[in-house]
T-cell receptor
Framework: DVKVTQSSRYLVKRTGEKVFLECVQD?????MFWYRQDPGLGLRLIYF???????EKGDIPEGYSVSREKKERFSLILESASTNQTSMYLC??????????????FGPGTRLTVT | AQKITQTQPGMFVQEKEAVTLDCTYD???????LFWYKQPSSGEMIFLIY??????QNATEGRYSLNFQKARKSANLVISASQLGDSAMYFC??????????????FGKGTSLLVTP
């Protein structure tokens, strides 16, 4: 079974703090994604990565950066957390060999509160 | 512009009845795929069903079927014989293009389904 894990289920941080959200997958997937989920807005793409050290901006990259130094790990960084970044953050991965299903596998999510 | 539209913020259905969740999409790419995911209150996203734009037949997976009407650009999810455990948020999503470079999904805003006894 594909497993995507996220470092924390719940996180509380203060305004201005630097925040790291970690995502690890164990299926040797090339593609990894960070989404943000807010009520009434669905999931919105923040960043994604094709492969190690590769990254592309999604629809809402402002205020975020990412790092992919190893294939299995994709980190989302909030350089200076703000209250409007309070949200649920979901990580997903997909392998190039899934050419017929295109399915993305999701982690359990991190609910971040910035106070 | 919104690429995926789910017009029903909330739906109710009685146990054992069938329910249809609506989804319309917007793309000019001839190759695309449509997904439905379920998100229970616990938060995990569960993949339900997938339909490719070139697939000739509507996708089915157990009690889930996708009513794909290409000309109308709609991809409605039909759940037959609803169960209490079907109560959740349901998201329609689309991937565009055919590249294996891992295009992200565009998600709708979701429909909250409540199954009542």
């Amino acid at each position: 079974d594909v497993k995507v894990t996220q470092s924390s289920r719940y996180l509380v941080k203060r305004t201005g703090e630097k925040v790291f959200l970690e995502c690890v997958q164990d299926m040797d997937h090339e593609n990894m994604f960070w989404y943000r989920q807010d009520p009434g807005l669905g999931l919105r793409l923040i960043y994604f990565s094709y492969d190690v050290k590769m990254k592309e901006k999604g629809d809402i990259p402002e205020g975020y950066s990412v790092s992919r130094e190893k294939k299995e790990r994709f980190s989302l960084i909030l350089e200076s957390a703000s209250t409007n970044q309070t949200s649920m953050y979901l990580c997903a991965s997909r392998g190039w060999k899934d050419i017929f299903s295109y399915e993305q596998y999701f982690g359990p999510g991190t609910r971040l509160t910035v106070t | 512009a919104q690429k995926i539209t789910q017009t029903q913020p909330g739906m109710f259905v009685q146990e054992k009845e069938a329910v249809t969740l609506d989804c319309t999409y917007d793309t000019s790419d001839p190759s695309y795929g449509l997904f439905w995911y379920k998100q229970p209150s616990s938060g995990e996203m569960i993949f339900l069903i997938y339909q490719g734009s070139y697939d000739q037949q509507n996708a089915t997976e157990g009690r889930y079927s996708l009513n794909f009407q290409k000309a109308r650009k709609s991809a409605n999810l039909v759940i037959s014989a609803s169960q209490l455990g079907d109560s959740a948020m349901y998201f329609c999503a689309m991937r565009e293009g055919d590249s294996n470079s891992g295009y992200a999904l565009n998600f709708g805003k979701g429909t909250s389904l409540l199954v009542t006894p």
